[in-house]
């Protein structure tokens, strides 16, 4: 059984920071890629941050300039740094993971999510 594993989301004010973190359990051996989604109420999952090898990121438009994705292999690990939050940030965000095999098959997991509000 795989498990990922968010934490760092809260409550704060327009204008300030967090940081959240996701850690994968060590039953995934290879992780193609790693990830943030957010969804708020009534609407759709959103993908806000990828990231795939070391460095090839993708943000979606809204976070691009405030949000930075990275990523830690050893430890099977991928966190968010999020500056300058907006109430629209308001949202569950959770962590994504991937592998692909030989085959070309593509397995997602998926965290159980932290909540990020910000405040006017």
């Known amino acids: 059984q795989v498990q990922l594993v968010e934490s760092g989301g809260g409550l704060v004010q327009a204008g300030g920071s967090l940081r959240l973190s996701c850690v994968v359990s060590?039953?995934?051996?290879?992780?193609?890629?790693m990830g943030w989604y957010r969804q708020a109420p009534g609407k759709q999952r959103e993908m806000v941050a990828s990231?795939?090898?070391?460095?090839?990121?993708t943000y979606v438009d809204s976070v691009k300039g405030r949000f930075t994705i990275s990523r830690g292999y050893a430890e099977n690990t991928v966190y968010l740094q999020m500056n300058n939050l907006k109430p629209e940030d308001t949202a569950i965000y959770y962590c994504?993971?991937?592998?692909?095999?030989?085959?070309?098959?593509?397995?997602?997991?998926w965290g159980q999510g932290t909540q990020v509000t910000v405040s006017p």
């Open positions: 990231i795939v090898g070391h460095d090839s990121t």
């Open positions: 994504n993971a991937y592998h692909i095999d030989v085959s070309g098959y593509r397995d997602d997991v």
């Open positions: 060590r039953a995934i051996f290879s992780i193609n890629g």
